[in-house]
């Protein structure tokens, strides 16, 4: 590589989804529209876990935090790509880019932890309903959401110091919608191999290790409900469990799903279409499951917005 390359950018191009000029008011409105159901809906279930005092619960507290992840989760992203459509331009400066992935890694690694943190609150709920009150007390319950935010905030640390010591080529064009981890260490002029070694090792690890643990909890769960005789007593022990489950699944599957598009598709493009799945759908489509499946967030819900129970 020529010396004169090798240089600091000032920004990058985020190509987007399509660069044909008629399906941009198309792709503003629907994401324009995802992105207020997000906030809309997860600020809902936030205010509703807030005002009901029967929800001051370890189980709601999660599920608070959960919402709040996934508004910021989707602000990270959403709202920059729709002035890049309103203003017809697709730069973003460098500094801006490395503070979007910065955030964008601290937030998708707190739904990861949180997920699991949940299905372990779910654990205990079911396997020790009469210790439940005593282990899952409020200290412990605000440790573990600040351990997810230690752990979230120091892997994001760590990825985005890794990427500022890369110097980038010419070619500065992102085939994404936001600063996505991966294409920009992609963009890199020299060797990135300890970048690559750093990425896939942290994925691995901090992706396996809550979903090993969402595994084991509801391995767990399964043997405890199979051990209750009464049928009825099955499915409300079994209901607790079934937003959160519902929730886990659509996370990881429509991850799993952008892991697997990006490895067998060579083309960027449809691996950005991919990761809408996770990046916009999952958090739009969580507020829906708890409050349709979950009938005291449904009965906060009425209150909250003054209809009748």
């Not at 629907?30 to 509703?48: D, H, K, Q, R």
């Not at 959960?66 to 959403?78: H, N, P, R």
């Not at 002035?83 to 739904?111: G, H, P, R, W």
């Amino acid at each position: 590589m020529e010396p004169g390359n090798n240089t600091r950018v000032s920004e990058f191009l985020l190509l987007g989804f399509s660069e044909e000029p008629e399906l941009q008011p198309l792709i503003f409105g629907l994401f324009l529209s995802m992105y207020l159901v997000t906030v809309l809906g997860n600020l809902l279930i936030i205010l509703a876990i807030i005002s009901d005092s029967h929800l001051h619960t370890p189980m709601y507290f999660f599920l608070s935090n959960l919402s709040f992840v996934d508004i910021c989760f989707t602000s990270t992203t959403i709202p920059k790509m729709l002035l890049n459509i309103q203003t017809q331009s697709k730069a973003i400066t460098y500094e801006v880019c490395i503070t979007q992935m910065y955030f964008f890694l601290v937030f998708v690694e707190l739904d990861n932890f949180l997920l699991g943190v949940m299905a372990y609150d779910r654990f205990v709920a079911i396997c020790y309903p009469l210790h439940y009150t005593a282990i899952m007390n409020p200290r412990l319950c605000g440790l573990l959401v600040l351990v997810c935010w230690i752990l979230s905030v120091l892997h994001a640390l760590l990825q985005s110091l890794m990427v500022l010591r890369l110097s980038f080529c010419r070619d500065i064009e992102i085939p994404h919608f936001f600063c996505e981890l991966n294409q920009v260490v992609q963009l890199a002029c020299f060797d990135n191999l300890l970048n690559d070694i750093v990425m896939n090792f942290a994925l691995v690890l901090l992706a396996t290790c809550p979903l090993a643990g969402i595994l084991y909890s509801y391995s767990k769960i399964v043997f405890s409900i199979r051990a209750i005789s009464s049928a009825q007593d099955k499915y409300k022990a079994f209901s607790t469990c079934a937003s959160h489950l519902s929730v886990v699944s659509l996370f990881y599957c429509t991850g799993l799903g952008v892991y697997l598009s990006s490895a067998v598709s060579h083309s960027s493009r449809s691996s950005a279409t991919a990761s809408v799945m996770y990046t916009v759908v999952t958090p739009m489509l969580n507020p829906f499951i708890y409050s349709l499946r979950n009938k005291d967030v449904k009965r906060a819900l009425l209150r909250l917005l003054g209809g009748k129970v």
